[in-house]
């Protein structure tokens, strides 16, 4: 490949778009636990009908990635575009490469129907709150919330009948 483009993800991509989720996670200081994940990553961004994976393909390899998914906005009673992971090598910042998966995310909200285009980036991404702003985007003051299959375990095994 002569010049850097976006497409999207192929099966032959996954391991080094997994490589790529384990800088992210680093990046966002967060815990990426090893296990395997190349059959899982095929069937959901390969195989799945609501769900848009690109990369930034360079002469040297991925560069970055972005994921999408369609997901449900009970209170506009319709589906809202959620993008899961826009994830840029640092040496990849500030050449347009986000501005162009952005676009990719948009594009894709508008062919579906979507009633918006939400994401999420940590509090502490100053860089990355710019960006967005600078996109047109505007931030939502919100607390993630996440339970680890083992909480989810406790939490399920709760009698419910002591309530």
């Keep these: 490949m002569s010049e850097s483009v976006v497409r999207a993800v192929e099966k032959r991509d996954l391991p080094a778009m997994i490589e790529l989720c384990r800088e ?13 994940r190349e059959a899982q990553l095929a069937e959901l961004v390969l195989r799945s009908d609501r769900i848009r994976c690109w990369v930034v393909d360079t002469p040297n390899g991925l560069a970055g990635f972005a994921v999408v998914s369609l997901e449900l906005s009970t209170w506009d009673a319709g589906r809202y575009l959620h993008l899961d992971c826009l994830y840029l090598r640092e040496e990849h910042r500030g050449q347009r490469w986000g501005r162009v998966l952005m676009q990719y995310a948009a594009r894709t909200a508008l062919e579906w129907g979507a009633v918006n285009l939400q ?15 600078r996109l047109g985007a505007s931030a939502r003051e919100k607390l993630r919330f996440t339970l680890l299959p083992s909480d989810c375990a406790k939490l399920a095994g709760e009698d419910l009948a002591d309530r």
Excluded: M, S
């Design 24 to 36: 992210h996670a680093a990046y966002e200081r967060a815990e990426f636990v090893e296990r395997e």
């Design 119 to 133: 994401w999420q980036t940590p509090t502490w991404n100053d860089g990355a709150a710019r960006f967005y702003e």
